[in-house]
């Protein structure tokens, strides 16, 4: 065959070829993707807890998606505000679809948020070299809670005009800025239009900056690569497996697990985390008698609740998150997972009882008989980050760690 | 050797945890009044049309001399099964304010179908000083929260028992009711027997027509309800089938590790 | 560690060409899904109510002398009601003015049948407009002068109208200015959106706003 008996063909592979190649000298996104999402090498024995960042990927860009959407028909002034709520929710064609998606949708980010991170504070996702990841991780999280503080305030009703109000007014207990921060922050001395236009900004923009830390946090944990349930390092090629179709396949069945969780709350239970004090509009007169934030901030608000000095309590709420950016360098322990570390599987264990309880303070705070339960709780809290991670590795007992992710001795 | 807490059994237990928190909050709330059987709760529930549009005609003899539903327009009346010419008649027999004339006395005409449904008091201190200092719920969202609501509301309406002997009034014009919190409320039974003629013939009893103005309220909350179950369940089937998918894939594509 | 006796299956990366049965099935399925999942959100851009918007207004008149006009707002679009004098009246019948139109005699689609006349109105003296350039939706200024120098001018691209809505040729406006629907009530009392007793004109088949 010397001769070519069809050469336009051949043309015109070709071009497509050098098309591809054009652009991948320029910007080298194709190889990009190869590289990092095809043959990707992740350990082979990840389990469903490594899938919860792809899910939360999903579901932040479904909060962008109808977030956008919903901002089409939403008016942030305090006059109006309620009422183009209730517009999109009765008039606009879909508007009640969308925003049942973007409320299920903001309260399963927060779900998978914290089981994310209680993956990372379980198997040691946080220790050399992922040091980074983790803090990247912690500052995503703060971004993503004063993104829903903001949007809790944006439908103006009363939980919204309360919430605002609460926290701004416990800013103002730091001493000697507190009070002009907080006048500043919500542009007054009681909450108003100034203060909704702003939050409505805030909320917006905050997505947008929440994306771009999003890739911050991606490209640390493909530098570092993941981490894995038996918290070695895989050493050979056999002991991982390329993202593609492994992983995407596993990811996949476990986002299909949490739409199906999402269809539920949207479709069927939209009730069950609304607060229906919120569908009334906000009156500065009057305060509602069950006043209690998002279940995702109760942990916070029942610390506020235990202490009896407006300032101490402040600190200890906000401590209680910034201590998760010391984690990396308070754990001791050489040993990553927990699931060859019985004493502070153990801790940890008590660790979620005490946060569930911080939260059940929150809720109930009225309930006298759960002040010395909560404080216990609270006490628990800081304990096991500044007493018991640096001092329960010297009591915890040698274990043989596994030598390769392929040793079937080891916990898989 | 130790064995470890296997990693799914140990996602439940955390999941556990976590709604602990909801249901102490249902174990707290559960209601001393009866529970009726509606038709509207659960994942299939629906809204009997017949007695949504019942309880509004209930709520226009009734209830709406002092209660609003101010987010509402005539023409969303349309999903509760009436035709746009049955409520264009509906709205012309009410009158709305329109602006005010050169004298600055209120003008009123007769309201279409784009008017939101028509408030009583054409501001809060006007409804305040003819309600003994409080002003009437508005009844867009009353309804929110399902049948615990609705049976509270439904409590409410046939709560006007005699008064035990001790019951003294903290406030001038406050009656006794059994459900309310308080025992004291401001609002006079409503509901009388034969009090409205329904269309259908349906004999107006007082607990009839408290359970059709019940649903009505609980509509009027939740004004998407039959739509939103009746994708949520084809939505539901999809997602079920891709679930099913997507685990064939998935073991499929691990069959050859080990 | 060292009696491991469990050696590693190979892993054999599936080709990539060929993808199994049930892996298009699921990529073609979520496609699907996705594209339906875009609905919702495409719908909730489409305007709300259209149909339920106010379908007529009552003018009341009697107070308009002539050379004056009214603009009131009639489905979102101005509407010009203007009493011509008797002057400008003559001026539409004057053969210099309609050489210079592009549609004198009012053939295309743009108003009712029974204002398809030398007027462009039920009464002479009373016009009914739509207040919206044909060229691209500009609201055009009313110029009175004497005999033919009444005339709409739009500010947006020079187009001229004459006081009956007819078009001058060699402008960027295609059409007359539209006529909507419109009866009398009373003598005094023009019901604009509605036909008279009889007429069956349909708005929305016009050729052009």
Not at chain 1, 117 to 140: A, D, I, T
Not at chain 1, 352 to 359: D, E, P, R, T
Not at chain 2, 203 to 211: N, S
Not at chain 3, 143 to 172: E, I, Q, T
Request: hydrophobic share 45%; aromatic share 12%; with cysteine.
């Amino acid at each position: 065959m010397t001769q070519d008996p069809e050469p336009h063909l051949n043309q015109v592979s070709s071009k497509k070829h050098t098309f591809s190649e054009w652009i991948e000298k320029r910007f080298p996104v194709f190889s990009t993707f190869r590289r990092e999402y095809i043959q990707f090498p992740m350990p082979r024995n990840l389990n469903i807890w490594w899938a919860f960042g792809a899910v939360l990927c999903v579901t932040l860009l479904l909060m962008l998606a109808t977030g956008i959407f919903l901002a089409l028909s939403y008016t942030p002034s305090a006059e109006e505000a309620f009422a183009s709520i209730e517009m999109i929710e009765r008039r606009v064609p879909s508007g009640w679809l969308l925003r049942s998606l973007h409320m299920a949708g903001s309260n399963l980010f927060l779900v998978f948020l914290y089981l994310h991170l209680f993956r990372g504070l379980y198997y040691g996702s946080y220790k050399n070299p992922r040091e980074l990841v983790w803090l990247s991780g912690l500052l995503l999280m703060l971004m993503v809670m004063m993104t829903a503080f903001a949007g809790y305030i944006l439908p103006w009703g009363q939980m919204s005009y309360w919430a605002a109000n609460v926290v701004i007014q416990a800013i103002s207990s730091i001493p000697f800025i507190g009070e002009g921060l907080a006048h500043w922050l919500m542009g007054g001395s009681s909450p108003s239009d100034l203060t909704l236009h702003r939050y409505f900004v805030l909320h917006f923009a905050m997505a947008f900056f929440i994306i771009a830390v999003v890739f911050i946090h991606v490209i640390c944990v493909h530098v570092v690569k993941s981490n894995n349930p038996k918290g070695i390092e895989p050493k050979t090629k056999e002991e991982t497996l390329p993202f593609y179709p492994y992983y995407v396949a596993k990811d996949g069945v476990v986002i299909v697990g949490a739409i199906i969780l999402l269809v539920l709350l949207a479709f069927f239970f939209p009730d069950l985390l609304t607060n229906s004090e919120n569908y009334t509009p906000a009156n500065p007169l009057e305060t509602p008698a069950n006043i209690a934030p998002e279940w995702y901030f109760l942990p916070f608000y029942g610390i506020l609740q235990l202490i009896p000095y407006k300032f101490l309590g402040l600190l200890l709420s906000v401590g209680s998150i910034m201590v998760l950016f010391a984690v990396p360098w308070l754990d001791r322990s050489p040993i990553k997972s927990a699931n060859y570390r019985p004493l502070y599987r153990i801790a940890l264990f008590l660790l979620v009882l005490s946060f569930v309880m911080l939260g059940i303070v929150g809720k109930y705070h009225s309930h006298t008989g759960l002040i010395w339960l909560g404080r216990l709780a609270l006490f628990y809290y800081y304990a096991h980050f500044l007493l018991i991670l640096p001092f329960s590795a010297r009591f915890e007992l040698k274990r043989t760690l596994p030598t390769s992710l392929l040793d079937e001795k080891g916990h898989k | 050797m130790v064995k470890p807490i296997k990693n799914v059994s140990f996602l439940f237990c955390f999941l556990f945890t976590c709604l602990f928190i909801p249901l102490i909050s249902y174990a707290q709330n559960k209601p001393a009044y009866k529970q009726y059987p509606w038709s509207f709760t659960g994942i299939f529930g629906n809204y009997d049309l017949s007695s949504v549009q019942r309880g509004y005609m209930v709520y226009r003899k009734a209830c709406a001399s002092c209660h609003s539903v101010q987010y509402m327009r005539y023409a969303d009346l349309q999903q509760m099964g009436l035709t746009l010419d049955q409520i264009d008649k509906i709205a012309k027999t009410d009158q709305i304010l329109d602006g005010k004339d050169a004298s600055g006395k209120d003008l009123y005409r007769a309201a279409t179908l784009v008017d939101y449904l028509p408030a009583p008091y054409s501001n809060q201190l006007m409804a305040k000083s003819v309600n003994a200092g409080k002003v009437p719920l508005d009844f867009s969202r009353y309804g929110m929260g399902m049948g615990q609501q609705a049976d509270y509301i439904m409590a409410i309406l046939m709560g006007y028992q005699n008064p035990p002997a001790d019951f003294k009034p903290d406030q001038e014009g406050m009656v006794y009711n059994q459900y309310f919190p308080g025992h004291q409320i401001a609002m006079r039974s409503p509901l009388t027997k034969d009090g409205v003629k329904y269309a259908d013939g349906t004999p107006a009893t007082i607990e009839q027509q408290a359970k059709d103005v019940t649903t009505f309220l609980s509509w009027t909350a939740h004004p998407h309800l039959i739509e939103r179950h009746r994708i949520g369940i084809m939505v539901m089937i999809y997602v079920a089938f891709i679930a099913i998918l997507t685990l064939l894939v998935k073991r499929k594509v691990w069959s050859n590790v080990k | 560690m060292t009696d491991n006796p469990s050696t590693p299956t190979p892993v054999i990366p599936p080709s990539q060409n060929r993808r199994s049965f049930l892996q298009l099935l699921t990529a073609s399925s979520v496609t699907v899904g996705g594209v339906v999942v875009a609905c919702p959100f495409l719908n909730s851009l489409s305007s709300q109510n259209t149909t339920l918007e106010q379908n007529f207004v009552d003018i009341d008149i009697s107070s308009l002398k002539a050379g004056q006009q009214i603009t009131v707002t009639w489905q979102g679009h101005p509407v010009f009601i203007l009493n011509r004098p008797t002057e400008a009246l003559q001026a539409l019948q004057d053969a210099s003015l309609i050489t210079r139109l592009r549609d004198p005699d009012s053939k295309e689609l743009q108003q009712p049948s029974y204002t398809q006349n030398w007027h462009r109105s039920i009464r002479p003296e009373t016009v009914v407009l739509i207040g919206s350039c044909t060229h691209l939706g500009c609201v055009p200024t009313l110029k009175l002068g004497a005999k033919l120098g009444s005339f709409y001018n739009c500010a947006c691209h020079g187009s001229r109208f004459d006081l009956a809505g007819r078009v001058y040729k060699s402008m960027p406006a295609p059409y007359n200015l539209p006529i909507p629907p419109y009866t009398y009530l009373k003598p005094n009392i023009i019901r604009i959106g509605e036909n008279p007793k009889g007429q069956n004109f349909d708005f929305t088949q016009i050729k052009q706003i």
